[in-house]
Structure formats: structure tokens, C-alpha cells
């Protein structure tokens, strides 16, 4: 029962609750129309690899416009931010382990948090000359 609700409330939440950030994820499916879990499993997984692959895009330019002492803390952040986002998800979704539902909703947490860093370093890309929330330019 405590599935099956789970499941309509994220099934109600995603119809109306689009997170601004995912403008850039124009090619985000919407999951929660699929007729089985399995589905709706791939799909969000699915989503999760294009927001990873948009970071890594945004990453791989940011990366080549830092100066070279901005370099390797930038690589250090990033792998530090892989670690906290894959942490943070492993704890939003404890409550799912063993259910059908699990891979799902730990698929729409790393693709909403993969896509909350891919704004905050498209930022950076696209900073200009005197702003201060910009580092390693």
C-alpha cells in the first residue's frame, strides 16, 4: 500500500512540478505516464544519462576556459560534488531500497541534482569580467 501511494503521489508531483533548471534538459522525458515500473525505471535512468552527459559537456568547456592554476581545483571540486551528489541521493532514497520503485527515484535524484551542477558550472562558462561568484578564470 505505502508503495502504491508513494508511486501516485511522485506520479501527481511530476505532472506538475517541472524544476526551472531543467529548461536546459529539453530532451528530459516525461516517466510517469509509463505503464509499468520497469519503464518508468529506464526512462528516469534514461534521463539521468543525457543530464550527465549535458555536465560533462558543460564540464569539459569549463575546464578548457579556467587558467591552469584553476584547473586542478576545479577537478577537485567536481570529484568532490560526484561524491556528495551520489551520497546525497543514496540518503533521499533509503526509503525506497528493495521496492520496484527504487531505481526510479534515485534516478530522478541524480538527474535533478547532475542538473542543479550543470547550472551552477554553465554559470561559470558564462561569466562576466568583475563578477565575484565567478572563481578560476
Avoid at 575546464?63 to 577537478?75: H, M
Avoid at 521496492?99 to 527515484?105: A, C, K, L, Y
Amino acid at each position: 500500500m505505502k508503495t502504491f501511494l508513494l508511486r501516485c503521489l511522485l506520479a501527481i508531483g511530476a505532472a506538475f512540478v517541472v524544476p526551472a533548471h531543467w529548461s536546459s534538459l529539453a530532451l528530459a522525458k516525461e516517466c510517469s505516464g509509463l505503464d509499468t515500473q520497469t519503464a518508468m525505471n529506464l526512462c528516469e535512468s534514461e534521463n539521468f544519462k543525457h543530464a550527465d552527459a549535458e555536465l560533462n559537456a558543460v564540464y569539459a568547456k569549463l575546464l578548457s576556459k579556467v587558467s591552469a592554476a584553476g584547473q586542478p581545483k576545479l577537478r577537485e571540486a567536481q570529484k568532490y560534488w560526484i561524491k556528495y551528489r551520489d551520497a546525497q541521493c543514496e540518503f533521499e532514497t533509503m526509503g525506497t531500497i528493495g521496492g520496484s520503485i527504487h531505481g526510479m527515484v534515485a534516478a530522478q535524484c541524480l538527474t535533478d541534482l547532475t542538473a542543479q551542477q550543470t547550472k551552477r558550472l554553465q554559470h561559470q562558462l558564462t561569466c562576466q569580467e568583475g563578477d565575484v561568484s565567478c572563481g578560476g578564470q
